[in-house]
């Protein structure tokens, strides 16, 4: 992981000090649900064995109440003819199912079968940011016909030889046209912090935010994940989920240990689970109407059966959910 960060940098007010009271973000797509009933979804990218319309019916029988869409060549490729076409299906088989939707946009070869996550928006090459661009202007598109809660996107890893500030002046004017986009759509983008790239905290974050402008939460927002917090993260994951809460529009959730970024199941790691489900029970009944996406993406080989554990994990460490 690069450490290496600009010399002027916006401190993040809510995790100067103890956590804040969670606040729900602005939100354009809501739906009825108990208060403090989080709504729990799982990751297409830990079921990628599986046909989509098989993984939707899985998750549907299991009890989820939605699912982390990986726009990726064995579900929904975004790059395939008729994109509109296929997408009005899974629209069809998500209303079907009763499933709600995030897109995500985390395949690792989508757009280049030699590197991983690669073109970035920090790519050295202009025509490969450009090709990242486009593909989360699909996304957008995507989202749109989905009714989906959010689009997921992250800023990619430090190329070599770049200074720090210049892959920030990289990344906010690649995100700009993407940021109009999902404004006209009103679907959020939801920001990840990511061990290892340039945007890798909470405070990273905030410094995005400051560079754009402070762009309103209903448009920019983050995708906060549980595992990430525990990785890296000053606070405690639980406090890292009330700190973040105005901005939060997606989440991803599973086990991980401090310091090495490798997604476990549930039990597995170190995270201290009930307080992380109790502010999330909360963020819930502030009105958070987003997914918690179990986040699995190494474990495919397993995914319908780790599918079905972690939902009882999580309801057993947690009855609201």
């Given amino acids: 992981m690069s450490t290496a960060r600009p010399a002027s940098r916006r401190p993040a007010p809510s995790l100067t000090g103890a956590a804040v009271p969670i606040a729900a973000p602005a939100s354009s797509h809501s739906s009825p649900r108990s208060p403090g009933r989080p709504r ?23 009890g989820y109440d939605g699912v982390g869409l990986t726009l990726d060549h064995m579900h929904l490729d975004p790059l395939a003819p008729d994109l509109a076409a296929r997408t009005a299906r899974v629209a069809r088989r998500l209303g079907e199912s009763g499933l709600g ?27 490969g940011r450009a090709a990242r661009v486009r593909l989360l202007l699909r996304a957008v598109r995507v989202a749109s016909d989905l009714g989906a809660h959010a689009v997921h996107c992250f800023s990619g890893i430090l190329p070599a030889d770049t200074p720090p500030d210049e892959a920030w002046k990289r990344l906010t004017s690649s ?29 990273d974050f ?11 939460p209903a448009v920019l927002g983050l995708t906060l994940d549980i595992g990430h917090c525990q990785c890296l ?3 405690p994951p639980a406090d ?12 991803q959730i599973e086990d991980m240990r ?15 689970f009930p307080p992380v489900l109790a502010a999330l029970s909360e963020l819930t009944a502030a009105g958070y109407p987003g997914l918690t996406v179990v ?17 009882s994990f999580l309801r057993r460490e947690a009855p609201t959910c």
């Fill in 40 to 62: 729990l979804g799982y990751g297409t990218n830990g079921l990628t064995d599986l046909r989509l319309d098989d993984a939707l019916g899985l998750l549907a029988d299991l």
């Fill in 101 to 127: 939707v995030t897109v995500e946009t985390g395949a690792r070869y989508a757009l280049d079968p030699r590197r991983k996550h690669g073109p970035s928006l920090l790519d050295p090459e202009p025509e």
């Fill in 175 to 203: 995100l700009a046209p993407v940021l109009e986009a999902a404004e006209a759509a009103r679907v959020p983008l939801a920001v990840e912090p990511e061990p290892g790239h340039l945007l890798a905290t909470l405070d």
């Fill in 206 to 216: 905030h410094h995005l935010r400051g560079l754009l402008g402070d762009p309103p």
């Fill in 233 to 235: 993260e000053p606070l």
């Fill in 240 to 251: 890292c989920l009330r700190a973040a809460a105005p901005w939060v529009h997606h989440i």
């Fill in 258 to 272: 401090r310091g090495v970024h490798e997604h476990l199941p549930f039990g597995d790691g170190e995270i201290d």
């Fill in 295 to 311: 986040e699995l993406p190494r474990h495919s080989h397993a995914g319908p059966e780790l599918a079905r554990t972690s939902l």
